[in-house]
């Protein structure tokens, strides 16, 4: 067996393997760290021999203190000095310092990545600043170097504005470099807790996202990566998506096989956001971006990640491998009871109307994260297009050709003028009522005025001697009444019945009997009885010429 090495005297490669894989193996079950442990003596005795040692440290301090502190006491008490010399060696990049033909300017962050500084080209030939990025990987210099020179001609096409342009990529000082557009913005889920409080903001932001990552398809790249640290958003909330491609450059699994913990910890790829297929190591593809920007788009709209509730790493992956995620509407975040639990660190408070996933959110969500890679959005364009109609409340894809979906949400994209439309309505509904109430109302005075008449009607052969002119002419109107009712039958009968009374008592060249001819004529017209109507008509005309 190897001896251990002294701290001191490790060489930095060996401590970085040792380091990298600690954070890994303390979070797998005792028998699966042993087993890791085993295999890993086949390939790098050295490496699993000082893995090992930190491991049996760790495990004493456990019996004492809960496993989330565990972790980190040990890591930080026996490696003190490790970390000093490591230190030592970051303070070898300097202000001022040559990478190609770039110059270092300023440290403006760290990360898992490496460090990040403003940089200026040498030479002039860029004269903005950009940000240079020295990049950790475990493969050799020659190795990445060349994978450098192939991939940076194909990134360098990238060419859209949500998309932080490549600038140069090389080797230098022994350390691997990227150097990218400098974009001043916030990260991603700091920029969402601050200033986009409702569901629509958040969907707007992945649909920009997905949009990019189209864009990259089109030209053949895939990111690989895609996560919250690699999403910016600038002060006028544009999103700038950085390392496009970096991950496939630093990915060694296609060239040499994947151990358990090169899956997790040695491709260019982080676990939460990773599709399925790159956890088992399987070809990643489009549908591969597509499954990622599932997992923004879920984490955003509940504030939780799909498989938040997983206890360890080893849990994280085989949920992820073996089962749909949870459905969003129901995992929205709740306030973090345990700010030491890792599984909640990047917990943000949902939006304002979470309660909206529910429908088509909930089912874009899903089909964005299948199992299946077929099973998903082909693209990260329909996927994008399903998130613009959610936005404007038009039919998604899922929904085509539904025609009673389609007018539902017609209604709903149209309310105010539905409103309006509806008020409009209500109101001709109403004045029509009105109407009808009070031609009812003169109707059942017309009916009561016209029982009234019937009764007098009956009662005018009795009064007839009293003052038949008076009578006469009451039966005239009368019958002048029934044919205004619609009753022109009634009115004729009248008129006929009164005739031989008029022409009796007054003789047919009075004006009495010329009234009642023009009454029969209007009764004859109604009933369709054309003919004998205009020979009323006539007869009446003759009256008024002998006069």
Not at 156 to 179: K, S, T, W, Y
Not at 229 to 245: M, P, R
Not at 396 to 424: C, E, N, P, Q
């Amino acid at each position: 067996m190897p001896e251990p090495l002294n701290l001191n005297t490790m060489p930095q490669e060996t401590w970085q393997r040792v380091s990298n894989l600690f954070d890994e193996v303390i979070e797998l079950a005792e028998g699966d760290r042993i087993t890791f442990i085993r295999k890993l003596w086949a390939t790098e005795p050295q490496v699993a021999s000082e893995l090992a040692a930190l491991l049996v440290a760790a495990a004493k301090v456990e019996k004492t203190q809960k496993q989330a502190q565990l972790a980190q006491a040990p890591f930080n008490s026996m490696l003190s000095d490790a970390l000093a010399k490591q230190n030592a060696a970051n303070a070898a990049y300097r202000s001022g310092q040559k990478f190609g033909a770039w110059t270092l300017e300023e440290c403006i962050g760290q990360g898992g990545m490496g460090e990040v500084w403003r940089v200026k080209r040498s030479d002039g030939l860029y004269k903005a600043s950009a940000a240079l990025k020295i990049v950790r990987s475990d493969l050799s210099n020659e190795k990445l170097s060349a994978r450098f020179r192939r991939e940076r001609v194909v990134l360098a096409r990238l060419n859209h504005p949500n998309i932080a342009r490549l600038l140069d990529a090389g080797i230098e000082n022994n350390q691997a470099f990227i150097v990218l557009e400098l974009v001043k913005g916030m990260h991603m889920l700091d920029y969402v807790t601050q200033h986009t409080k409702t569901l629509a903001d958040r969907v707007s932001l992945i649909r920009d996202i997905a949009l990019a990552v189209e864009h990259a398809h089109s030209q053949l790249v895939l990111h690989r990566d895609l996560k919250p640290s690699n999403v910016l958003v600038t002060a006028d909330g544009q999103i700038k998506l950085l390392d496009f491609g970096i991950a496939g450059v630093l990915d060694s699994s296609s060239e040499e096989p994947m151990t358990k913990l090169t899956q997790l910890t040695g491709r260019g790829l982080t676990l939460e956001y990773a599709s399925p297929e790159q956890i088992t190591g399987e070809p990643t593809m489009a549908a591969s971006d597509v499954y990622s920007l599932g997992v923004l788009l879920f984490h955003l709209c509940t504030g939780n990640r799909p498989f938040a509730g997983s206890s360890t790493r080893a849990a994280l992956e085989y949920a992820m491998v073996n089962s749909d995620p949870p459905r969003p509407s129901a995992n929205i975040a709740t306030k973090n009871a345990d700010p030491d639990n890792p599984a909640l660190t990047d917990q943000i408070n949902p939006p304002v109307d979470a309660y909206r996933l529910r429908g088509d959110l909930d089912a874009i969500i899903s089909r964005a994260m299948r199992l299946v890679p077929a099973e998903r959005y082909p693209t990260a364009a329909a996927l994008a297009g399903d998130l613009d109609a959610w936005m404007t409340q038009r039919p998604t894809s899922m929904h085509a050709g539904d025609r009673t979906y389609a007018s539902r949400l017609w209604f709903k994209r149209h309310w105010k003028i539905v409103s309006v439309i509806g008020a409009s309505i209500l109101l001709v509904v109403v004045a029509l009522g009105v109407s009808l109430w009070q031609r009812s109302v003169a109707l059942s005075a017309t009916e009561a005025t016209m029982r009234h008449l019937d009764g007098i009607m009956a009662q005018l052969p009795a009064l007839a001697a009293a003052d038949s002119e008076s009578t006469v002419e009451a039966r005239r109107q009368y019958a002048a009444l029934l044919l205004l009712r619609k009753r022109p039958t009634d009115a004729l009968t009248v008129l006929d019945d009164l005739s031989p009374l008029v022409v009796a008592k007054y003789g047919k060249t009075s004006p009495i009997y010329g009234k009642l001819l023009l009454g029969r004529s209007a009764a004859l017209d109604a009933l369709g009885r054309a003919d004998e109507a205009r020979a009323a008509q006539r007869e009446a005309a003759l009256l008024v010429e002998a006069k």
